[in-house]
């Protein structure tokens, strides 16, 4: 018998809507009445939910309920406009999950409502949203109550609430909108014209003004990283596969809306079919679970979003979310879902190789916490636990790990272990080089598409190998290389110094090597996530400089370090003169591409251990570290001035840009950055001041310091 594991759905009465609704109800009875007011909020509304059901926005209600909740919600604060409300506080209520960044990754308040009939499917299947008309500022909206389904006032009022609030994602005020019909007036349809500041939202997408949307950004990738991490910590913190995969199920349910969700996957081919769903009946699931077996993707319904739950070893299964018509889906939900996918197959992967193990507790615990170490690490944190790691797993004497290198796509040495003094400075200098350069290793290892480790002994051939052999000490040598969806990502290179033996080549040795590559690739791709993700949330996306936040970090950060043997610190702010005359002059792009060439003089004239960052606008402050005296301050400003000494080349005009810096040294001028930068800030507007009235007096193309 297959085994079945359901959230009971067959005694539910419906899921029409998603729990978004409810949860915004109960939020804002409980801003308006108080949460003491929430029972009797269940009560009027004669519900047998929990709280916590209704604030769950994975779980989903029957439209009766809904509009029940909102009767009594209108009853209870008195508010007769309540579902309007909680339709624009909608947008504060999605503001940083992963429905907003879909949403705004559209790009502009009109592509967003180009979609609205795609999004609408995630929250409701009572109804649809029809695009009749969308122009710049403006747009016509049909909704229509679907059939088996009468329209209700609420719904209307709230999506009127909804749109209204839908150009807040992108950091426009709310729109205007005009209900010209309704279906409860009896009209064939409810028709919303919608209206919002189109220059405005043109405006905010100019990145030098958009930092706030940007960063909101980051937050919501943020937080989705945290779902699927808290995914692979269930997936290293539980070894009931069950559980995992149930759990997996309910977080998939959170990521990707839909009414109904299915986890069919058979962890040995010829056991029978394990089954977990969300929203589905007993006989439903074991009915669905059988078709979505035997059907091919090219095939399935289009009421489904499916994902192969597949890994090197073999094929496990399928999830699938389910919706009651055809979908249109969105980029990010097919992607979100086949994370999961992996993670499921990862979990399975691991069952597997947990049951294969559990000859040497040693071992299985050496796997899991290798697993654990790999969850939320940079990439850099990756090759170095996985060197770490290794020879807890497998026995061996010394490990290095390759990365590809974005320049030329070599592997370089990342990380070592177990090689002494000089030869891990000599073993961090190598690397593995693709082309004819090294045949025998290098085109054998980056043709691979699955994981599969090549073993050498001291008949090798391979340059690469006969370096190791003869520089190195090795007796024996594998190399697994790491590979995701058929690219190599790296190589782990594991070396035996003695009984070379230990490293012969066995199929119990090769699944080993393959299943940590495996796991690697997956900390390598989520590592390079996390990178890219922590670089945008410290940088400025117009120059590339340190933004202001990270500039607080790495001002605290040279404390520490001159704070431990007392020494100047120089604080530069720097402030362009007549900025905004160029932006209206020349246009933003000018500007924009003034502040790129400004950030790059900036970095020619600093040394390498000291900080650029951008404040924002045609502001920028300069760390200076390792200051002997003020005389090397002084000689840092004029090198600062020396930036701006030629013109800049900006859309063919030469420019001819000034700058004003205003200095300050730690400690003599503030114990703080906050004190230092309001010292600093204070010298630039003298400096202005004073280099304004000298053109005035005897104006002339030289700059002088100005006694900085």
């Not at 009414?259 to 010829?270: F, I, M, Q, S």
């Not at 079919?273 to 009946?281: A, D, M, N, Q």
């Not at 026995?395 to 891990?424: I, K, Q």
């Not at 090769?510 to 390598?524: C, E, H, K, P, Y």
Request: with cysteine; charged share 25%; net charge negative.
């Amino acid at each position: 018998m297959s085994s079945l594991m359901t959230d009971n759905a067959s005694s539910e009465p419906g899921r029409h809507l998603a729990c978004t609704i409810t949860l915004g109800i109960i939020r804002r009875v409980r801003s308006v009445a108080g949460q003491a007011a929430l029972p009797e909020l269940l009560a009027t509304a004669n519900s047998t939910r929990t709280l916590d059901h209704l604030e769950d926005i994975a779980n989903w209600v029957s439209r009766d309920e809904a509009m029940a909740l909102f009767e009594a919600a209108k009853e209870i604060t008195g508010d007769p406009e309540l579902p309007r409300h909680v339709g624009e506080d909608a947008t504060r209520q999605y503001s940083g999950t992963p429905v907003a960044t879909t949403l705004r990754s559209l790009g502009s308040v009109e592509e967003m409502l180009q979609q609205i009939a795609v999004v609408v499917t995630k929250f409701s299947v009572v109804s649809s949203m029809e695009v009749i008309e969308v122009g710049p500022g403006r747009a016509l909206l049909a909704r229509r109550a679907l059939d088996g389904f009468a329209p209700h006032r609420a719904l209307c009022e709230w999506a009127y609430g909804l749109l209204s609030s839908a150009p807040q994602l992108y950091g426009v005020p709310p729109a205007s909108v005009e209900e010209v019909e309704c279906q409860c007036r009896g009209d064939e349809k409810c028709l919303f014209s919608v209206s919002w500041d189109n220059e405005l939202a043109a405006r905010n997408a100019d990145p030098a003004e958009h930092i706030t949307v940007l960063e909101t950004e980051i937050a919501a990738l943020n937080e989705g990283l945290e779902g699927i991490y808290a995914v692979a910590g269930d997936l290293i913190a539980d070894d009931d596969l069950k559980s995992t995969l149930a759990k997996i199920t309910e977080r998939s349910a959170s990521a990707v809306r839909a009414p109904r969700y299915l986890l069919v996957v058979r962890p040995d081919a010829e056991d029978e079919p394990e089954i977990y769903s969300r929203g589905l009946s007993q006989a439903d699931a074991q009915q669905l679970a059988e078709e979505v077996l035997a059907v091919e993707p090219s095939e399935a319904d289009e009421r489904w979003l499916m994902a192969d739950i597949s890994s090197r070893r073999r094929h496990y299964g399928r999830i699938v979310a389910i919706f009651d018509r055809p979908q249109s889906f969105f980029l990010r939900e097919r992607r979100t879902l086949e994370h999961f996918a992996r993670y499921a197959a990862n979990a399975l992967d691991l069952s597997m190789a947990l049951a294969e193990a559990r000859r040497g507790h040693a071992e299985t615990q050496a796997l899991l916490d290798f697993a654990r170490s790999l969850a939320g690490a940079s990439r850099k944190e990756v090759a170095q636990r996985l060197a770490d790691a290794i020879p807890q797993l497998v026995d061996c004497d010394r490990v290095s790990v390759f990365l590809e290198h974005d320049a030329d796509r070599h592997l370089r040495c990342a990380a070592t272990h177990g090689y002494p003094g000089g030869l891990e400075e000599r073993m961090r200098a190598l690397e593995i080089v693709r082309g004819e350069a090294d045949p025998e290793l290098g085109k054998e290892l980056f043709a691979q598409q699955t994981p599969r480790a090549l073993f050498f002994g001291l008949e090798s051939t391979s340059p690469f190998v006969l370096e190791m052999f003869g520089s190195f000490g090795s007796k024996a040598l594998a190399i697994a290389p790491i590979v995701a969806r058929g690219k190599v990502l790296g190589a782990i290179g594991i070396a035996v110094t003695s009984h070379p033996e230990r490293l012969r080549e066995t199929r119990e040795l090769q699944d080993r090597l393959s299943g940590i590559a495996s796991q690697a690739a997956v900390g390598l791709e989520n590592g390079e996530l996390i990178d890219r993700v922590t670089y945008e949330a410290r940088h400025d996306p117009l120059t590339g400089l340190v933004n202001r936040s990270f500039f607080g970090e790495r001002f605290e950060q040279a404390l520490d370090v001159v704070r431990q043997a007392p020494a100047p610190l120089g604080l530069f702010y720097v402030d362009l003169d007549n900025f905004k005359q160029v932006n209206d002059e020349h246009g933003h792009e000018a500007g924009d591409d003034l502040l790129r060439q400004v950030a790059s003089r900036l970095l020619t004239v600093v040394r390498t251990h000291d900080t650029v960052a951008r404040l924002g606008g045609d502001e920028f402050a300069i760390i200076l570290r390792d200051v002997a005296d003020r005389a090397e301050v002084d000689v840092a400003v004029e090198r600062v001035d020396s930036a701006f000494a030629a013109p800049f080349s900006v859309g063919g005009v030469e420019l001819a840009i000034r700058a004003s810096v205003g200095r300050a040294i730690w400690p003599h001028d503030g114990e703080q950055l906050s004190a230092l930068l309001r010292h600093a800030d204070a010298a630039m507007y003298t400096d202005k001041r004073t280099a304004a009235a000298q053109r005035v007096l005897a104006p002339s193309p030289a700059r002088t310091s100005n006694g900085r």
